[in-house]
């Protein structure tokens, strides 16, 4: 592995008490595991003396050591006889995600009056939502979509915003044995009606808007003309955030306000008792390279993966308050609720922009209600940087116990500052991978390792992962960089995609069949002392005169000088070399645009990476393209460079970058 210099070097030690704090250290000394390495192997392979394979094992001691409930026992840990593509895990067995996450809660006198959501909108008001308040308002949505002729296996529209009513939909979707449709709140018309026609429900629920930066954003009218054009929804159903306000909302004939449909329903309901394997949810990819893709998810799947990596990856404890930057419509709003809940912990909600009315609105959230563990993307946190330490430094982010993030990768930099001046040096981050389509963690550290610079830690526990080569052969341990894959099945992994199992073969399974494998499609890398890091995605490859690099990898490179804030990388089409480089990059904001740093940059790239990954280009912009998860959408840039159709561009939160990228070429 190419040496990251100065950061190359273990930064994070966890000292021996907070080490012996942990749940996953709990979790090692019940079964005599030694040390990391061992806990690893013991979780996700075949160990000489146990009878079952290790991952059949862990899954197995899941439910009971984590505490959730089955109705009804499963007869085995999973049914393969179809293959790993295709497993059914806990069959047999009968379960609700929301009897776990929620009515068991709410039924105990000494957690039923306990916060399960605090809310703080953007003008700042804060809202408590405790167990019993979401399990009342949560039954009425399970009564109103029963009198809407709603069944087991319907599917049900969630275009909201980040407001608590957002729980008890998705939890009164669980309840009734609906499929929960999260729709993130910043899509368009386009890619709002796409998932719509895609998942054919018939009640959606939506609201007049949301704050944005201080000014009203509206939901309802994009949800009509959504509804148009994709057909399916006989009812739609409109919280009023706006409650009071002077714009008027439009309300058709179909349409009805919560107020009428679901606080005039009854707070009794009784909760369905499912097949471990019933469809729980319907996630959809953020669609930034090509049709999005519907990812099923299971009741006992979903539940059994986000509580594991809530307990021991980000080591829940009972005091917990637990935010994490995220919409409902993307992997990590469900993934924090179920984990969290799942133990009748507190999540920590927060409707706006991280800079209104000031670019610390995080740090004096955090400082003011003492959140505990913080996530967030790389991409947010290089923004919050440029605004300057003094933010920061005004605040006392000492009640943070553990930091978070996934979506890309990070640059050394911006992890550092995060750990130092948002961490205090003390509070690790917990780096973390995986994706919709497991809804968790291929990678994730454990809160008892060391840690060095974007390090992902290593293996999720019980996730069979690799790094092989284009042959299917393992360069993990030979340090060389190569694609992830997981060599078996998971609980939480989809059971296929909502338009059938061609596509989810072709997707998932095609480039290693024997044996198979999913491709998850990173570049990953293991190195010597065992510490794993993601170089990008290998379907975003740059082959250069026949050689192959990852754009991040590019970006890196670029970031590491000190001129410049943020980096992307794309390639295109070059006479000589069949594929060239051309990069685009933001500048701190000292700095100014010059032919001598531009040349001084593609040095820099030339000099780490060798000279044919030179850029052909430096541009430079004021910011990218990204969507509302944080990840720079690399195909409208190459496509803007090249002159070519933009296609779908409803993912992208922030469209008016294009005009900057379009004026650089």
């Known amino acids: ?385 440029k605004k300057g330490d003094e933010w920061v430094s005004g605040h006392d982010l000492s009640s943070l116990r553990l930091l978070g993030s996934t979506g890309e990768p990070w640059d050394p930099e911006s992890w550092l500052w995060f750990y130092e001046q948002v961490g205090g040096s003390e509070a690790p981050i917990m780096n973390i991978s995986g994706g919709t389509e497991i809804c968790g963690c291929f990678l994730m550290p454990m809160p008892v390792q060391s840690l060095k610079p974007c390090t992902l830690g290593g293996p999720g526990l019980g996730m069979a992962v690799d790094v092989v080569d284009s042959t299917g052969e393992s360069v993990a341990d030979d340090h060389e960089r190569g694609f992830l894959v997981c060599r078996d099945s998971c609980p939480s992994m989809t059971k296929s995609l909502w338009s059938g199992d061609e596509r989810y073969l072709e997707e998932y399974w095609s480039t290693f069949e024997d044996p198979p494998m999913w491709d998850h499609g990173d570049w990953a890398q293991k190195d010597a002392e065992g510490f794993w890091f993601l170089h990008g995605r290998a379907d975003d490859a740059l082959n250069i005169a026949g050689r192959k690099v990852g754009p991040a990898e590019v970006e890196g490179t670029l970031i590491e000088h000190d001129a410049v804030n943020q980096a992307a990388a794309v390639g295109v089409p070059d006479d000589t070399t069949g594929t060239a480089a051309v990069t685009y990059v933001v500048l701190e904001d000292d700095q100014k645009p010059s032919d001598a740093l531009r040349e001084a940059l593609r040095e820099q790239v030339g000099g780490q990476l060798g000279k044919p990954f030179r850029p052909r280009e430096v541009l430079f912009v004021d910011e990218f393209p990204k969507t509302q998860s944080g990840k720079i959408v690399r195909r409208v840039i190459a496509a803007t460079y090249q002159g070519e159709a933009l296609g779908d561009l409803d993912s992208i939160e922030n469209p008016g970058a294009l005009e900057g990228i379009e004026a650089a070429r």
Not at 42 to 57: A, F, K, P
Not at 152 to 171: C, K, N, Q, W
Not at 173 to 187: D, H, L, N, T, Y
Request: proline share 4%; hydrophobic share 35%.
């Open 1 to 385: 592995m190419e040496s990251l210099g100065e950061f190359d070097e273990i930064v994070h030690e966890p000292t021996e008490e907070f080490v012996e704090s942990t749940n996953v250290k709990a979790f090692m000394d019940d079964y005599g595991m030694d040390d990391y390495e061992e806990l690893i192997a013991r979780t996700t392979g075949d160990v000489e003396g146990i009878e079952q394979s290790g991952i059949d094992w862990f899954w197995d001691t899941m439910p009971d050591y984590l505490g959730l409930e089955f109705y009804e026992e499963y007869e085995a840990v999973r049914d393969d006889s179809d293959g790993p593509q295709f497993a059914e895990w806990y069959p047999g067995g009968k379960i609700n995600l929301a009897h776990n996450t929620l009515d068991r809660h709410a039924a105990d006198e000494a957690t039923r009056d306990e916060i399960a959501c605090l809310w703080e909108g953007e003008p700042g008001e804060v809202r408590e939502i405790t167990y019993e308040d979401l399990y009342r308002q949560s039954n009425r949505v399970a009564n109103a979509l029963d009198e809407r002729g709603i069944e087991e296996g319907d599917t049900v529209g969630l275009y909201m915003a980040m407001v608590p009513e957002v729980i008890s939909i998705l939890y009164g979707c669980f309840k009734v044995g609906a499929i929960a449709v999260p729709i993130f709140s910043g899509f368009g018309v386009d890619a709002t009606a796409t998932r719509i026609a895609d998942a054919e429900p018939t009640v959606l629920f939506t609201g007049d808007g949301f704050y944005r930066r201080g000014s009203e954003v509206r939901l309802k009218e994009a949800a009509d003309a959504a509804i148009s054009q994709a057909g399916h929804v006989e009812h739609t159903i409109v919280y009023e955030r706006f409650d009071g306000e002077e714009t008027e909302t439009p309300m058709g004939e179909n349409d009805e306000t919560w107020a009428d449909a679901i606080e005039t329903a009854s707070p009794e309901f009784e909760t369905k008792r499912l097949d471990s394997s019933a469809e729980s949810m319907l996630l959809y990819s953020s669609g930034t390279t090509g049709e999005p893709k519907g990812i099923v998810h299971t009741h006992a799947g979903i539940l059994t993966q986000c509580a594991k990596e809530v307990y021991f990856g980000f080591d829940h404890q009972p005091e917990d308050r637990f935010f994490w930057v995220s919409d409902i419509g993307w992997m990590m709003g469900p993934w924090s609720l179920i984990g969290n809940h799942a133990f009748g912990g507190t999540i920590f909600m927060y409707e706006g922009a991280p800079d209104e009315p000031s670019p610390d609105r995080f740090w004096e959230m955090i400082d003011r209600h003492e959140l505990t563990v913080f996530g967030i993307s790389p991409t947010a946190i290089r923004a919050l940087r």
